[in-house]
């Protein structure tokens, strides 16, 4: 079956559940799912239950759509992501995406865990991604027609980065910005390759969100990134990575980073 007739009964399926459309959503990463537990008048949807919808096996994924509201905006949920280390398939990991699209998502927040390439990081930083380095040699160009294309200017929209450092700023909230490096995964890298990803300009690496950007920049979505730093990237530290560590920061820093989203989406829904 096409995308689009996988999509049609996808989109069909949620309707059935909830008649809300937001504009608005996030894809909450790696121990940061926590967010969408404050908005009202859920309505919860599991993954494993939509049509064509991919699951995520990750620790820390919940993995299920969460519509609802903050003050009287509506938002949308996605809580848990499916890696492409998972599947191996871009198609696959990028469903959300073209979910988000067709549910009338036109403003975006794809957040992460991220490792701190840049020596001034240090685990529980917030940063926000200025623009990425895509090594996961993949490419979302490669799912739509040029016909469709309508690719924004630059990934990140450029003037809800600037609002984002404003109310960073105003929220007295420490926000970093800098230069994400989406890799393939699942293992993490080597200290050369860390160096090498320094090198070249990197300033947090991690193993979502380049191709998602694209895409839903592709579709025309306005794209906002936000890493949260869980981890000395390897050969920062003698110090051994696990992913227990990654979501124990995560969790660490989800107060911070929910009142930063929070105040995002007041100003920008
Ligand atoms: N490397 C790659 N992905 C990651 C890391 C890392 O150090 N931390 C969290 N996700």
């Known amino acids: 079956m096409d995308n689009k007739k996988k999509l049609n009964e996808t989109i069909k399926f949620i309707r059935k559940y909830t008649n809300i459309k937001p504009k608005c959503g996030i894809i909450l ?4 799912g926590d967010f969408a537990d404050s908005l009202t008048n859920k309505v919860i949807i599991q993954n494993s239950d939509i049509p064509y919808y991919p699951n995520s096996t990750v620790v820390g994924h919940k993995g299920q759509l969460v519509f609802g509201y903050l003050n009287n905006k509506p938002i949308l949920a996605f ?3 499916i890696h492409y280390y998972e599947t191996g398939d871009l198609n696959t990991i990028l469903y959300p995406i073209f979910v988000a699209h067709q549910l009338g998502i036109q403003k975006i927040i794809l957040t992460n865990a991220a490792g ?8 529980g930083d917030l940063m926000l991604i200025k623009d990425h380095i895509n090594l996961t040699f993949e490419t979302a160009y490669s799912l739509l027609h ?4 309508s690719a924004q200017k630059n990934i990140y929209d450029l003037k809800l980065i600037k609002t984002v450092i404003k109310i960073a700023d105003e929220k007295n909230i420490p926000l970093r910005e800098g230069i994400y490096v989406g890799v393939k995964g699942p293992s993490y890298e080597t200290a050369s390759e860390i160096e090498m990803i320094r090198r070249i300009g990197g300033d947090a690496v991690g193993m979502s969100t380049v191709n998602e950007a694209t895409l839903a920049s592709l579709l025309g979505m306005r794209v906002i990134g936000l890493s949260c730093i869980t981890n000395y990237a390897t050969g920062v530290t003698n110090l051994k990575l696990s992913h227990s560590e990654v979501t124990e920061v ?5 107060h911070r980073f929910s009142e930063l989203i929070t105040a995002i989406f007041l100003k920008i829904c």
């Open 29 to 32: 990463g790696s121990g940061l």
């Open 79 to 81: 809580q848990g992501r």
């Open 116 to 123: 701190g390439v840049n020596r001034n990081f240090h685990p």
């Open 146 to 149: 040029p016909a469709n294309y």
């Open 250 to 254: 995560a969790n660490k820093v989800k």
